[in-house]
């Protein structure tokens, strides 16, 4: 009966005219308040929003976040990807922050990658920080609901969904981590979709190029070529 979240539907929402930062000050307001609500935040510009894949704009969007390192990469972020359905704004230094513990949970997943060939949640010297990182804030990062299935009133499917940034970007980093997925960069430098998944067999491993696309292929062929009349051994 119980379907768990599946972060292929992922629906998030991109606002029609875009986000902008704004400055929330409370000065007189109490301390307490200022801790809740003050700081400077990214939110929606007026004009509605839309229904959004954010994995339709890119696959690995929770390795974007990653690189975001300001005020600027931020907004760039959520420009691009929008937001999780439930959140109406998210604070900056937050964003910040989850980003810099993304990264560091990336850099030890794909560092041991190169050591070993483990790709599940093994594949991370400690799993411990990204067990914390979801544990310790559960609640402010997912929601637990319970509904019917499409066309379907007699069935009912248990979803975990993101009700903020961070939330929605932690789903997909313990997707990568528990299915093994590990992500390539295509050969071909035109390439739309830029990275590619590689299943936890590893069948894929040595593919350098999207799997479907024969226009990556066929851009990844002329490289090798190149790279073998220049007697440069091409790498793996
Ligand atoms: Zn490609």
């Not at 809740?36 to 004009?47: A, F, M, N, V």
């Not at 959004?52 to 972020?77: M, Q």
């Not at 949970?105 to 050591?115: A, H, I, N, S, V």
């Not at 960069?185 to 350098?208: H, V, W, Y």
Request: charged content about 30%; overall charge positive; some cysteine.
């Amino acid at each position: 009966m119980a379907t768990l979240y599946n972060v292929k539907n992922l629906k998030w929402t991109k606002a029609k005219n875009g986000y902008e930062v704004f400055v929330h000050s409370l000065s007189g307001r109490g301390a307490a308040a200022k801790l809740l609500l003050g700081g400077t935040w990214i939110r929606p510009r007026e004009g509605g929003q839309i229904i959004f894949r954010p994995e339709d704009e890119d696959k690995t969007f929770h390795r974007e976040f990653a690189k975001i390192t300001n005020g600027k990469s931020a907004l760039a972020f959520v420009n691009r990807f929008g937001l999780p359905r439930s959140v109406q704004k998210e604070s900056l230094d937050g964003i910040l922050e989850d980003s810099n513990n993304v990264a560091k949970l990336l850099r030890e997943l794909d560092q041991k990658r190169r050591q070993v060939r483990s790709t599940t949640i093994g594949g991370l010297r400690d799993a411990r920080p990204l067990v914390d990182l979801f544990n310790n804030a559960f609640d402010i990062l997912f929601g637990f609901r319970l509904q019917t299935a499409k066309n379907d009133n007699s069935t009912a499917l248990a979803e975990l969904f993101p009700k903020t940034l961070m939330g929605g970007v932690l789903l997909k980093v313990a997707e990568e981590v528990t299915n093994g997925t590990q992500w390539k960069t295509c050969a071909n430098p035109n390439c739309k979709i830029k990275m590619f998944s590689i299943g936890p067999d590893g069948r894929q491993r040595r593919l350098e190029h999207c799997p479907k696309s024969g226009t990556c292929k066929k851009a990844w062929q002329r490289l090798k070529n190149k790279r073998s009349k220049k007697g440069l051994s091409s790498k793996e």
